[in-house]
């Protein structure tokens, strides 16, 4: 992790307005059970509790509007793109939400090649309309790509767009003579034919090297509300557990959402910074490929010969995959998006919120060596196809400031949920502030699985398992997509073999020959699974009909390892043709044993000779060659240290990803 120094938030930079976020102050229990609609961090369009208005908006720069698209005469008619693609202009119309990544382009014609060009590189029809926005700000990203073409809306301000024409929209997928498919939320799903486990084996590996980071140039000039100030005796060395549950959410941290309100704040970055961080896990979310970091520390403009001046630290920051550059075994560029800036020159928000307890002892420590980090630390798990989920650790970083040697101490586990479908980025609520407590078992921390329902992959069925990594090996949990954030609700009453009665949580732990409503406990040997291990991803693979798991161990040899699940005969997902409608086809890890333990991918040292660790895989980056699709490819991704400055062009760390080719 980068060495500890806090940035000094705008709040202290700047005259505060309390320009409150909304439903930051809404008790984390009304949350319970609403999570096909999480709580979302949105601009709030109202006075401050002093009565003044908002002050400090950005001035827009209007552009000439371009006259392309013809618009608005040409409102409802048809055209053919370059890549001889048919599509409808629509005229001052949005598309909310349901965005694939962002881009700056010229006119309306460089949009709509880049709704082609997406589609071209994912080799399947991701992107389903371009909405160009003529008169944002000079340089912004104007060119948004949709995903989905629901819920449009009529607008005021110009907006250019094209819908592809739904007969023009070829097949998806080409479905072999030996396979079957179908098709839910995402690409169509290719399955082996036969009913037995197909064994996995690797054919092929590239390496692409390290991703590149492209920061936007707008930030949101928002002025977040002052947090409250601590007492005095909250403000010393050691542990203070309320500081994480007994206070609102900062308004200085966490990425923002670009809407209605938070449009006229638009501003330009004035330098380009500099960004040195580790981690890099993530996964496919609403159309966009997360990479979520845990320590990213910001940095004016570097250059061959000059490091860059220290602007500002935080424990989490996300970044979306611009360029699909993977697809052709080219490395991966980065954006991070216009709701993660904190200022003009490119401090960051942190893209997990933290309590004001938190951020107040942050501020107030600084250059001490102490704090509250979030670091998300496992690939996401899906909730629905809007949402999806991260279970990050709180961690107290304690630092001597003389040796820098630190001590970090799990504090507990908060529970994130995350949307993508925003222009201005991806977004991280946090739905409940500590989930799980310091001494259980760090559930869900290693991440897990999501096991979808007959309504298919996206829906709102199915079960939630998420994984405790303890000494031996891995412990289970689930719970329903509706219950995730019920840790403390009753579901019901339970005997204990000692004749006590329980109350029973949403959320039931393997023990080993049953679920429980008792939690397992950090010396649990319950496993579903043996072995030492760092990082775990878990997947159902369509191509063998069996689950794989992908991981690197706790030894430091800077190797992904894989195991699968060595089921009786072919297993099936309840929504795919000719399975049990009513089967719960995670379960089978529970039932089967595991293959032995076979090399994946050697990925070296990092270039200052140590090992390489926060190993993941980003299932669906391939579409429908996708491992996760039936296809043969899978792309990871790990962090490397390269004992440079991490004020240097090179920084502390490289995010460096492969593409992996199975039989």
């Known amino acids: 992790m980068i060495s500890f120094i806090m940035q000094t938030p705008s709040s202290q930079l700047a ?70 693609v048919s599509y409808q202009t629509i005229c001052n119309i949005n598309i909310p939400s349901q965005d694939l990544p962002f881009q700056s382009v010229d006119n309306f014609t460089a949009c709509v090649a880049a709704c082609d060009s997406t589609n071209a590189q994912a080799g399947q029809n991701r992107c389903l309309a371009a909405i160009f926005t003529p008169n944002r700000v000079n340089s912004a990203d104007d060119c948004y790509l949709k995903y989905a073409t629901n819920q449009a809306t ?33 690409p169509a799903v290719n399955y082996a034919s036969g009913h037995s486990v197909i064994q996995p084996s690797i054919a092929y590996s590239q390496l692409h090297g390290p991703t590149q980071n492209h920061p936007t140039s707008q930030y949101i000039h928002y002025i977040a509300p002052p947090d409250l100030t601590l007492a005095t005796n909250l403000l010393t060395v050691g542990i203070e557990g309320d500081l994480s549950i007994d206070y609102p959410i900062s308004q200085d941290t966490g990425n923002l959402l670009l809407n209605s309100t938070s449009e006229p704040l638009l501003s330009d970055l004035t330098d380009t910074p500099h960004l040195s961080r580790d981690g890099g896990k993530g996964g496919l979310l609403g ?38 550059n993977a697809l052709y075994g080219n490395p991966i560029d980065l954006e991070d998006g216009i709701g993660g800036w904190s200022d003009n020159v490119g401090r960051m928000r942190g893209f997990s919120p933290l309590t004001q307890g938190e951020q107040s002892y942050n501020i107030a420590m600084q250059g ?42 799990y504090t507990g586990a908060t529970l994130l949920t995350l949307s993508a479908a925003n222009q201005a980025g991806p977004v991280a609520t946090r739905t409940v502030d500590r989930l799980f407590e310091e ?88 496993y579903f699974i043996s072995g030492s291990f760092m990082d775990v991803d878990v997947f159902y ?15 430091a040899d800077s190797t992904f390892y894989y195991r699968y699940l060595l089921a009786d005969q072919g297993i099936l997902p309840p929504f795919a043709p000719g399975a049990n409608t009513s089967s719960d086809y995670v379960a089978n890890i529970l039932k089967y044993q595991w293959s032995a333990e076979m090399p994946l991918y050697k990925t070296g040292t990092g270039l200052s000779g140590k090992y390489t660790y926060a190993g993941g895989v980003h299932l669906g980056y391939f579409g429908v060659d996708d491992i996760s699709n039936g296809g043969t490819k899978m792309l990871l991704s790990w962090t490397a240290p390269t004992g440079s400055d991490p004020a240097s062009e090179l920084s502390e760390y490289q995010i460096i990803t492969a593409e992996i080719d199975w039989d």
């Open 541 to 555: 693979s369509p191509r063998h009909l069996t689950f794989i798991i992908v991981y690197m161990t706790i030894y």
């Open 15 to 84: 005259q505060l307005n309390d320009f409150p976020l909304n439903e930051a102050s809404v008790p984390k229990s009304s949350m319970i059970g609403k999570l096909h609609a999480p709580k979302r961090y949105h601009l709030a369009s109202a006075p401050n509790k002093h009565g003044s208005s908002i002050s400090h908006v950005s001035e827009l720069k209007a552009r000439a509007a371009s006259d392309e698209s013809g618009c608005p005469s040409s409102n409802g008619t048809t055209f053919t793109s370059a890549a001889g």
């Open 368 to 409: 001490k060596g102490q704090r509250y980090a979030i670091w998300p630390e496992s690939s996401i798990i899906p909730l629905n196809s809007e949402s999806a989920l991260l279970y990050a650790p709180i961690v107290y970083d304690n630092v001597d400031t003389t040796t820098r040697a630190a001590v970090f101490t």
């Open 154 to 186: 009529t607008v005021t301000t110009p907006v250019e767009g094209a819908i592809l024409v739904p007969t023009n929209i070829p097949s998806i997928a080409v479905i072999s003579a030996s396979s079957s498919s179908v098709s839910s939320s995402g």
């Open 287 to 324: 159309g966009a490929h997360l990479f979520i970091f845990c320590d990213t520390g910001s940095y004016s403009t570097t250059t061959d010969n000059t490091n860059g001046n220290f602007l500002g630290f935080v424990s989490s920051s996300v970044a979306t995959d611009t360029g699909m």
């Open 439 to 526: 001494n259980e078992v760090e559930w869900g921390c290693v991440g897990g699985i999501r096991s979808w329902g007959p309504s298919g992959i996206g829906g709102n069925d199915g079960s939630v398992y998420i994984f405790g990594n303890v000494r031996g090996g891995i412990l289970l949990a689930k719970t329903t997509p509706d219950s995730v954030a019920d840790r403390n609700s009753v579901s019901g009453i339970y005997l204990t073999a000692q004749s006590t009665l329980l109350t029973a949580s949403q959320y039931q732990y393997w023990t080993g020959n049953a679920w429980s409503h008792g939690m397992q406990s950090p010396t649990s040997t319950a």
